[in-house]
């Protein structure tokens, strides 16, 4: 027996090309053991050691027979000693609300064939401190325990602690072999000896491992066993793209939670009798700590320590100062101190960055945006971004824009300290992006609008380069929210000239849109800031368009206010264009219809004397409307009309025909020349459509409707007032809608009288 454990040992240790120390420090046998085996002399070793220079040895099934046969004497071999199957799950979290989708996806992992491809299967679960990485796994793997027979391994490596610095794998290691039996004496010294014997021991179990609170991948990539039937679960607030890339990992990042699951997670813990008592506090506390659970959790534990707090009060004190509300002594109950782990890892640049970015106006952020903020290009941007997603600071959607949560972003201003001008100047550059392209998108809109004059762009701040009309309703709808938030920044700021300025670059969208309470906010701020300014025309420009859209709301006795404010002012400067410019808004809004036309024909005789042809044209459109709505002189409106649509067509006006055909439209309906109302209509349809205007779409879209009833067409009359309603729904505009759906109705009517 002696002779064929010797020559067994021997020969596979030298086709492994190993010494005996070699095979020791790689087995965890000690060096006189292998010796007495192959010299003769130990004659009955431990299977268990046997067992473990087989694993070193990478032996197959047969081999591994033919060695345990040869040490045992027996044909077949013994029965492995039985080694601990390891429990190491932390308890459950209690309660756990939510996350479904998220468990769902972890199942997927253990679905048919997971691990079918040789290679370990590994989910790396990435997202902010304190969004609730480990609870997930936790709740996960107590769920799923009867599913690894062989035992669970749990190790916090520490990697985001507030009082150590990451483990070393080699610590994990040594405790998992620990855990899984094997005695001190039989570990090796050298850290890849002891990572060997591991994958060695766990090498086709069904076993999980949970490797939580990671740095990096180096940190991780020790731990992973050798087969392809244990699962790992990692997280981290790093996204490991080293396990992704590396070793095929599964990337499921943690978000935050549902409104529905955060009020589920606060009456888990305070019980749902008061949640209910004080439903619109709990509603203010969800929106507070933003799907936050660690935010939720310090706030619930908070009203279960001091039980006289209404919900109401929590809300208050959460409302005035979050930071300091979620603050505690205890760094695990503490979310400024969970995000500082985060914010301390940091290099100095992605730092600053982090900085800047909580500063910028509105909820999200481009990279062309936050290249101008940071100043420092859209190359170098770019990659600091990636580091801050990496660390799961910010978060990209799919498309392409940043986003920092609120409380992250409160943590932010206060936790990185920039300088007075670092902030100033960066604040500038982001304001001058915005104000930039925005006047940019907005002459793209309608290039004949009378320019107004802006400054040159702070150094370092780049605007945005925009196509032509889709790019840039697009980029409008993108940026909305943020260029809303930039202006109320510039009124913060006493940037007074970027108030003003912003509003009229966002007019034409707002018009297009329909955002007509959005219209009124700009102009209202617009008009506070001008009045600070030492400057006539930007109050001229911000009272007669602050009267525009008060119209547009049905505010006429404001709009008259604001209107004939612009219009003194304009007469004091001597300023015949501002004049025009009054009389022809003043036009669209008196509630006297022959005063109405007679402002307009005021605005037409000073512009033909100003050489602005479009702006003429506008004016002899508003003459034949108007005199269109008195119904006195259609002739003469259409004379009117028809002469303004030949200076828009020389002069490629779009929105200027438009207009005009609409008016004409009108006019043909109104004198029973329906088949050409339907003509008109639907070429000022499709130039609105070109220009993506649907407020005036849904207009045309009714009155269109008006023309194809009185044809007798009541299908195509129902085709176009359902998608004026529709647009007039989108918009707002409820009365119109109902007005809208009150002719659709009366379509089915025999007694509905057709031009109404």
């Not at 190993?18 to 085996?37: F, K, P, W």
């Not at 997930?136 to 602690?161: M, T």
């Not at 503490?334 to 301390?344: F, I």
């Amino acid at each position: 027996m002696g002779d064929l454990l010797a020559g067994a040992v021997r020969r596979f240790r030298l086709r492994a090309g190993l010494t005996q120390e070699a095979l020791a420090e790689r087995s965890g046998v000690s060096v006189s053991t292998i010796r007495g085996m192959e010299t003769g002399r130990r004659r009955n070793p431990q299977v268990a050691s046997v067992r473990q220079l087989a694993a070193a040895l990478d032996l197959g099934p047969a081999e591994l027979d033919e060695l345990l046969a040869a040490a045992t004497g027996v044909g077949a071999p013994q029965a492995p000693q039985a080694l601990p199957v390891p429990r190491q799950l932390p308890a459950p979290p209690v309660p756990f609300v939510g996350r479904e989708d998220e468990l769902h996806r972890l199942d997927a992992v253990l679905g048919p064939g997971a691990g079918a491809a040789g290679t370990v299967v590994v989910s790396a679960i990435a997202g902010a401190g304190g969004v609730g990485k480990s609870w997930l796994v936790s709740h996960w793997a107590h769920r799923n325990v009867d599913r690894f027979p062989d035992g669970q391994l749990f190790v916090d490596l520490r990697g985001f602690s507030p009082d150590s610095d990451p483990m070393d794998p080699a610590v994990a290691v040594r405790g998992f072999l620990d855990a899984l039996g094997i005695e001190p004496d039989r570990i090796p010294v050298a850290a890849h000896a002891q990572a060997a014997l591991f994958r060695s021991l766990v090498a086709g179990k069904r076993m999980l491992l949970v490797l939580d609170n990671a740095a990096d991948s180096a940190q991780i990539t020790p731990l992973l066993p050798g087969g392809d039937t244990c699962t790992v679960a990692v997280t981290s607030r790093n996204r490991l793209s080293g396990l992704i890339t590396g070793h095929g990992a599964h990337h499921l990042p943690v978000d935050i939670l549902t409104d529905t699951e955060a009020r589920a997670l606060l009456a888990a813990r305070l019980g749902t009798g008061r949640i209910e008592a004080e439903p619109a506090a709990v509603a203010e506390l969800v929106r507070l700590c933003g799907g936050f659970p660690l935010a939720l959790s310090i706030t619930a534990g908070r009203a279960h320590v001091h039980p006289h707090l209404s919900l109401a009060d929590l809300a208050g004190e959460l409302r005035e100062g979050a930071m300091d509300v979620l603050d505690d002594a205890d760094p695990v109950a503490s979310l400024p101190a969970v995000l500082s782990l985060s914010h301390h890892a940091l290099g100095e640049e992605e730092a600053e960055v982090f900085g800047l970015l909580a500063i910028a106006p509105g909820p999200d952020i481009s990279l062309a945006a936050a290249a101008s903020l940071t100043g420092r290009g859209r190359s170098r941007t770019r990659s600091v971004l990636r580091s801050l997603e990496q660390a799961s600071l910010i978060a990209q959607d799919d498309a392409g824009r940043y986003r920092m949560h609120d409380l992250i972003r409160r943590y932010a201003t206060t936790a990185q300290d920039l300088s007075d001008g670092t902030r100033q100047a960066a604040l500038r550059r982001v304001l001058d992006f915005y104000t930039h392209t925005a006047y940019a998108a907005d002459r793209l809109l309608e290039s004949h609008r009378e320019p107004i004059e802006l400054g040159p762009p702070a150094p370092a701040c780049h605007p945005q380069a925009l196509s032509g009309i889709p790019a840039a309703m697009d980029w409008f709808e993108a940026e909305h929210q943020n260029l809303l938030a930039a202006q109320h920044a510039a009124a913060a700021h006493a940037s007074h000239r970027t108030v003003w300025q912003l509003a009229w670059a966002l007019n034409n969208y707002h018009y297009r849109r329909g955002h007509r309470h959005d219209q009124l906010a700009v102009w209202q701020s617009a008009v506070d800031s001008a009045r600070r300014l030492p400057d006539p025309g930007a109050q001229i420009i911000t009272y007669r368009l602050l009267g525009r859209a008060h119209v547009v709301l049905g505010h006429h006795q404001e709009a008259i206010e604001a209107l004939n404010e612009a219009l003194a002012l304009s007469e004091r400067q001597d300023d015949r264009a501002l004049q025009a410019q009054a009389h022809y808004t003043l036009a669209s809004i008196d509630p006297d219809g022959r005063q109405a036309v007679e402002h307009a024909r005021r605005a037409l005789e000073l512009y033909r004397g100003l050489d602005q042809p479009i702006a003429e044209a506008n004016a002899l459109n508003a003459v034949g409307w108007l005199a269109a709505l008195l119904g006195e002189d259609n002739d003469m409106a259409r004379e009117y009309c028809q002469a303004a649509l030949v200076l828009y067509k020389h002069h490629q006006d779009m929105d200027g025909q438009a207009q005009t055909l609409d008016s004409l439209g009108y006019i043909d309906h109104h004198t029973g020349r329906h088949h050409d109302a339907v003509r008109h209509y639907r070429e000022a349809l499709s130039l609105y459509r070109d220009l993506d205007n649907a407020y005036e779409i849904a207009e045309t879209l009714d009155r269109l409707g008006h023309s194809h009833a009185a044809l007798g067409d009541h299908g195509q009359a129902a085709t176009v007032w359902r998608e004026a309603r529709d647009l007039f729904r989108q918009q707002g505009r409820d009365e119109e809608a109902e007005r809208t759906e009150r002719q659709l109705d009366g379509l089915g009517e025999e007694d509905t009288p057709a031009g109404t």
